[in-house]
């Protein structure tokens, strides 16, 4: 049987890497339309 504690920790480090990831992607389109505003 998994130890509740590290099963604990693995739910909590998977939420944060697809939060982290989210905030990546949407900092990049941020990025990208600032970038776009700047040349066009």
Same mark, same amino acid.
């Given at each position: 049987?998994?130890?509740?504690?590290? %099963? =604990? /920790?693995?739910? *909590? @480090?998977?939420? /944060? !890497? *697809? @939060? $982290? =990831?989210? !905030?990546? &992607?949407?900092?990049? $389109?941020?990025? $990208? =339309? @600032?970038?776009? &505003? &700047? %040349? *066009?």
């Amino acid at each position: 049987m998994l130890n509740p504690f590290l %099963f =604990r /920790i693995n739910q *909590v @480090y998977k939420t /944060i !890497s *697809v @939060y $982290f =990831r989210a !905030s990546c &992607k949407k900092h990049n $389109f941020e990025m $990208f =339309r @600032y970038i776009g &505003k &700047k %040349f *066009v």
